[in-house]
C-alpha cells in the first residue's frame, strides 16, 4: 500500500468527495432498492389479493348458480308437481335476482327433447344428432347426478346429469350470463382471465396473453411469479376455484419496469451533475480552506531560504490566526536571537584581531635593539634614524585602535619598517614599492603588508647574500589586490603544503604566525573568498598574495 | 503517528461501509434476480409438460377437437401451426414434437421411418382403404381435391373439371400453390396426372386400374401453368383465401377448405373435377422419439372416436374414414363422384420425381 504522499489540498478535495458524495450514493442506491423490493413485494401482494378477491366473488356466483340448479334438478325429479315450469321459474329468478341476469336455462329429457327453456335460443350441439356424447352432453353423462362446469363453444355452461335408475333422464344446463362474471372482475387494472381448469379462455380483458387457440399463453398457465410473454415481463397469479373455473391475475410488470428505467436514468443524471458539481465544490472549497496553510507554508519556506523578514497574517479563523501570531512571534524571537549571536560573534572575532594584531614580533624588536646598540657605536645617525622608526612602528601598534586603515597610512607605516631593514641589512636588502595611487583611500586591516616583508626575510635569506622584495598594490575588479614577491630562496614543497594547509584551518599552532594572523584576520572581517594565496619555488623566490574587498 | 491511523481507520471504516451496502444490494438483486430466474425456468418446465402436437390444419378445425380431447383425458395439448414440409422436419429434428396431426399420406409416406407405428384401436371400424398402417400412420379423415370457384365473380365461364381450367379468360384468375410447399397443392398435382394423364382419354378413369402416364400428365401440367401467369402461391390457405376474398376466381384446393370457407358464408361453390377425383386420406403421425408415447396413443384413439369422427364430419366439413360414421350434407356422396383411385405405393415412389419435374416445367416457365 504505498502510495505517494499528495497535497493537503488534494487530501482535503478528496476527503470531501469521499463523505460527500459515498453516503449520498450509498444512500439513494439503498434508497432504490427499497423502493424496487417495495414496489414488487407490493406488486405482489396486489396482484395475490385481488386474484382472491375476484376468485372469491366468482364463486359465490358459481355456488348461487349451482345451489339453484341443484333445486331445478330436485323439483324436475319431483314429476309429481304439475306446474313444475312456474316453480323452476321462481327458482331461477330468485337465485339471479341480485345480479340483474337471468341467465338461460335449459332441461332436455334424455332423448334430448326439450323438457323447459327459458330463452329463445336453440343450441345444436344440445339437440343435433350426433352430439349427444360430445362437450356438454358428455360432460352430463360423464358425472351422473353431480354438477359441473364445462366451457363450451365460449359459454360456461352448469352441467347436470339427472338419473333415475342409471338411465339418463334429464340434463340441466344452465349458461351463466358472462355479464355477471365480467362484472366480479370490472373496473381491474391488472388483466383478468377467466379460464375453465384446462386452460381455456371464458373472458378476458387483455387479449394480448391469449395464444391462437384463445387458451392462456402456456407460459402464463400455472405460473406463480414472473414470466416473460414476447419480451414482456408479467407477474401473474392463478387461482383455481372448485367450481371448475381458474381465475388468473395478471399485472403487466413492463410498464412499471420502464417506468423505474427511467428514474434510474434520471437519478443517474442527477448523480452525474452532483458529481461534476461536488468535484468543482471540493476543488474550489479545499483550495478556500487551505490557502491559510498555502500561507504558512511559504511563509516556512522564505524562512528555509533564509527570508526572515516574512510576517503571517491570517484572520480567517481563529486557530490559524494563532499559528500566524505565533509563527510571527517565533520568527521575531528567531531574528532577535540571531542578532544577538551575531554580536556575539562579532565581538569574540574583535577581540581575535585585536589579539592577533597584537602579536608583535619579538625577534624584530630584538634584532631591532641589537642592531640599534651596534650601530651607536659605528652610525649613531643610523641609530637615531632606526630608533625614530621603531618608535613610530610601536606607536602605530599601540596607538592605533582602529581595526581597518587606508592604504596611505599603512603604506607609511610600512615605510618605517622598512627603514628599520634597509639600516640592518644595508646592501644586502633591496625593495620596490609600487601602489597604485587609486586605491591610497581604500580601507585595509592594519599592518597587513608588513607581515608579508617579515615571511619574505624570514625563508629568503636562507643561504643567499642579497634579497630584493618588491610590494605591488593594484585594484582588480572590485578587490584591492597586495603582492609581495621576492627573488630568495624559497621553499620546497613540503613546506609550501604544509603553509597552505594551515591557512585552510581555523587555528594554528605552528610557528608560521605571521601568514596566518592576516590571513584570519582578513576572514573574520570580510567573510568570502578573501586572503592569501601563496607561491613558491625551491631556489626562485616566493609570491604572496593578499586579496582584499576594495571599500572606502 | 495517531493522526494518520486515526485517519486510516476511518478510511477503513467508510470502506467496511462500502463494502456492506454493496453486499446488501447485491444481495437483494441477486434474490430478486434469483425469483425472476427460477419462476421463469418453472414455467418453461411447466410448458413442457404437455403434448406437443405439430399440424397444418387450421386453428378453427383444430380447437374444438383439442378443447373436446383434453376435456375428455386431461392430457393438455400445446400445439404448433405450421406446413407439413416444417411439421415433418421438426418431428425429425425435435424428440420433443410428439406427433404430427395432418398432412396427407401420399405426402408424408417416404417419411415413415421417423415414425412410431401404432394400429389404433379404432380400426377395425374403418373403411378397408384406411386401415393400411404399413406407413405407420394413422388415417384421420379422407381429403378429396376439389376446386372452388367464387360464385360473384365467375359470370358465364363453365367450370366442372381441369379441362375447363384452360380457357383463356382464367388466365391469371387462377390459385394454385406450389406442390413442394403445400400438400394439397401435391395431391392436386397427382390428381392431375392421374386424370389427365390417363391412358382412357375421355378422362373416365376406371376406379380397379388406374394408370399413369406422366408424360401427358405434365402436358396438362404445363398448360395450367402457363394459365397461372406466375402467380403460383406459396401456402394452401393462400388459394382458398385468395378465392373466398375475390383475389382468384378459381382455386384448387380440397374439400374441407372450401367447406369452411362456404360455412363461414363466403360466396363460394365446390367442384368435384369431371376427369377424376383423388382423395387422400390425411394421418395422425407419432414421433418415433416420442417420450409421451402413451398420451400421443390417446391423442390417435381419440380422433379416431365414433364421437369425434361424428363431430369431423358433421361440423368440421372431412369426411368420416369409419365406416359407421355418415358424411355431413354439404358433401358429395362418393358414388356421384368420378373417384380415382391411386396405387399409394407407386405415388409416394414417384414423389420426388415428380416435383424435380414440376419445379423444372415450373422454372422453364418463369424464364
Known sequence: MASEIKSFQENIRKSFIWYSLTPVIIIVITAVVIFISAWGISLRMSTINENEDIKNRIDSAMNTYYSMVDKVSDIVVDSEDNNQEDKIFATLYRATSNYDELGELIILDGSGDTVFTSGESTYPF??????????????????????????????????????????????????????????????????????????????????????????????????????????????GKRIDSKKGISVYTISDVHRSIRTIEVIVLIIVIIFIGIILISYRNADNSSREYTKDVKKIEQAFEAVQQGDLNVSLNIDSSTEFQTIGRDFNQMLEGLKEEIAQNQELAENAAFSQVKQLESQFNPHFLFNTLDNIRFMAKIDAKAADKMIVSLSGLLRYSIRETRDEVTVQEDLHNLQLYLNILQIRFNKRFSYSIDVAEEIYDCLIPKLVIQPLIENAIKYGFEGRETLDVKIRGTQHQDNIIFVCEDNGAGMDQALLVELKQQLEGEKNESSHLGLYNIHRRIQLMYKGDYGLNIESEKDKGTLVRVTIPKHR | MLGKLKERSLQKQGRVYIALAVCLVSFFVIGILGRLLYNLMANEKRVADKLVVVSPHPVSFMEPLINEFEIETGIQVEVISCGTTEAIQMIEEDENVDLMWGGSVLTVGPYKDDFLSYKSNASDCLYPQFKDNSFNTNCFTDVPSVLMVNTDLIGDIKISGYEDLLQPELKGKIAFADPNKSSSSYEHLVNMLYAMGSDDSDGNANG??????????????????????????????????????GKYV?????????????????????????????????????????????????????????????????YLGRRSVRTDVSNSSEVLAKAQINMIEVDRDFVIESREKWLSEFSDIEKKRRD
Open chain 2, 208 to 245: 380397379d386400374t388406374p394408370s399413369v402416364n406422366s408424360e401427358k400428365g405434365f402436358e396438362y401440367v404445363n398448360a395450367l401453368l402457363k394459365q397461372l401467369d406466375g402467380n403460383l402461391l406459396d401456402s394452401s390457405s393462400e388459394v382458398y383465401e385468395g378465392v373466398a376474398n
Open chain 1, 126 to 235: 344440445l339437440t343435433q344428432r350426433g352430439m349427444n356424447n360430445w362437450g356438454v352432453w358428455k360432460m352430463a353423462k360423464r358425472h351422473p347426478d353431480e354438477t359441473n362446469t364445462i366451457l363450451f363453444e365460449g359459454k360456461l355452461f352448469i352441467v347436470k346429469g339427472v338419473y333415475e335408475n342409471d338411465k339418463l333422464k334429464y340434463g340441466i344446463f344452465y349458461i351463466v350470463p358472462s355479464e355477471v362474471i365480467r362484472n366480479q372482475f370490472k373496473g381491474e387494472e391488472k388483466s383478468v382471465l377467466i379460464t375453465d381448469s384446462l386452460g381455456w379462455v371464458y373472458l378476458y380483458n387483455n387479449k394480448a396473453l391469449l395464444d391462437d387457440f384463445g387458451r392462456v399463453d402456456p407460459q402464463l398457465e400455472n405460473a406463480s411469479g414472473y414470466t416473460i410473454i414476447d419480451g414482456h415481463i408479467y407477474y
Open chain 2, 250 to 314: 378459381v382455386g384448387l384446393t380440397f374439400e374441407e377448405a372450401a367447406l369452411t370457407m362456404l360455412s363461414a358464408g363466403k360466396h363460394v361453390r365446390i367442384i368435384y373435377m369431371k376427369e377424376g377425383v383423388v382423395s387422400t386420406p390425411d394421418g395422425i403421425y407419432i414421433n418415433k422419439n416420442t417420450k409421451r408415447a402413451d398420451d400421443a396413443k390417446a391423442f390417435v384413439d381419440f380422433m379416431l372416436s365414433y364421437d369425434t369422427q361424428v363431430y369431423v364430419a358433421q
